[in-house]
């Protein structure tokens, strides 16, 4: 009877435990199925400048608020072409969805980027767009219209020297952190094709000098460089970092004839800001120096009037978009580039709430 019994409970045991081994693997086939989180892989920059940090936050909120999860990486300096590219190819071998990429150098890219269309992996430009990736390969892109806001930062300049031209021959300088991305070349030609266009409108004869990129992409400066009232003087340093920015910003600051400086993102200004600090030529009634982007140094900067302006892009929202861009392409929706935007900010609406939304530490 005893044996009887135990039979019995043995088998209702047994049969429990089917029951609940398939119910866990049914649980475990969801879970690996469609109740997974999406994991987006992006590649950014780096993380060197609080810039980046922001476009994270960004992102970071939007792929909790949409339950996806992003892997985010970047290399230790702007100027680490090779490690970005090797990271872009660890992406693609991850086989994400979607990857997103904001690239250093668009010709490095090209070859990954390729890799990853034979992969059937869409690619979101984010920050720099791709230029000439191959069709079909970048879906759109989440920036600032960067030529766009090259021209603001000149437009915001121009108020400020339109005074101390005409009484001999100037120069304005700038300092761009380099002349292979995207985001930096096309912000650095529109500040110079729109500085040229508004002192050719007032009849004055421009001539672009030094980097021979800058040089060769900029339109409407045919005067010689003796014949110029006004010489645009362009420097790129040979690394991507703040203290490389000042020591190509301090030749042009120690210039006579220089009246005005612009550092087109939060690298070079900074370089800029930090070059005047022993110089002290920039300020009211001084050399009109201009930023872009933000951080605090740029902040107090602007706040005490050592730069005259700067332009702010919006790097939460890039952040934001981006996320929600992967996730829509990979959820079969069309999407499309976004512009998020641009503001000129002085010491007189640093504190507005419309700029202080975009302005990080």
């Known amino acids: 009877m005893k044996k009887k019994l135990f039979a019995g409970l043995l088998t209702v045991a047994l049969a429990v435990g089917m029951l609940t081994g398939c119910g866990n693997s049914g649980s475990d086939d969801k879970k690996?199925?469609?109740?997974?989180?999406?994991?987006?892989?992006?590649?950014?920059?780096g993380f060197q400048s609080t810039y980046w940090q922001a476009v994270y936050k960004g992102a970071k909120a939007k792929a909790d608020e949409l339950g996806v999860e992003i892997n985010m990486v970047g290399p230790n300096t702007e100027s680490d072409v090779a490690d970005q590219v090797q990271m872009l190819n660890s992406a693609i071998n991850a086989q994400p969805p979607a990857i997103g990429l904001a690239a250093l150098d668009t010709d490095?890219?090209?070859?990954?980027?390729q890799s990853a269309m034979d992969a059937n992996i869409p690619i979101i430009g984010f920050d720099s767009g791709v230029p000439d990736a191959p069709e079909g390969a970048v879906y759109a892109n989440a920036a600032t219209d960067n030529y766009a806001a090259g021209k603001v930062a000149a437009e915001g300049m121009y108020k400020g020297i339109k005074d101390k031209i005409g009484n001999g021959k100037v120069r304005i300088g700038e300092v761009n952190q380099d002349a292979t991305s995207e985001?930096?070349?096309?912000?650095?030609?529109?500040?110079?094709?729109k500085m040229v266009e508004l002192l050719k409108a007032d009849g004055y004869k421009v001539c672009v000098v030094g980097n021979d990129f800058y040089v060769g992409k900029a339109k409407g400066a045919d005067a010689k460089e003796a014949d110029a009232d006004v010489i645009i003087e362009v420097a790129v340093p040979a690394e991507t970092t703040t203290s490389a920015c000042q020591q190509v910003a301090e030749p042009v600051l120690q210039k006579s004839d220089t009246i005005a400086?612009?550092?087109?993102n939060q690298v070079s200004a900074e370089g800029i800001v930090n070059a005047n600090e022993?110089?002290?030529?920039?300020?009211p009634d001084k050399i009109v120096a201009v930023g872009f982007d933000s951080g605090s140094v740029l902040k107090a900067a602007v706040t005490d009037q050592t730069l005259f302006g700067a332009v702010t892009q919006a790097p939460v929202s890039i952040g934001e978009n981006l996320v929600q861009l992967l996730y829509d392409v990979?959820?079969?929706?069309?999407?499309k580039d976004v512009d998020t935007g641009c503001q000129w900010y002085n010491y007189q609406n640093i504190t507005d709430e419309e700029i202080a939304q975009n302005l990080y530490d």
């Not at 490095?108 to 980027?113: E, F, Y």
């Not at 022993?278 to 300020?283: E, N, P």
């Not at 990979?330 to 999407?335: A, Q, T």
């Open 32 to 45: 690996s199925g469609s109740d997974k989180k999406m994991s987006f892989e992006i590649v950014s920059k």
């Open 108 to 113: 490095a890219c090209l070859d990954g980027i």
């Open 183 to 193: 985001s930096i070349t096309q912000r650095g030609l529109g500040f110079i094709d």
């Open 261 to 264: 400086i612009f550092g087109s």
């Open 278 to 283: 022993t110089l002290k030529v920039c300020g």
């Open 330 to 335: 990979s959820n079969g929706k069309d999407v």
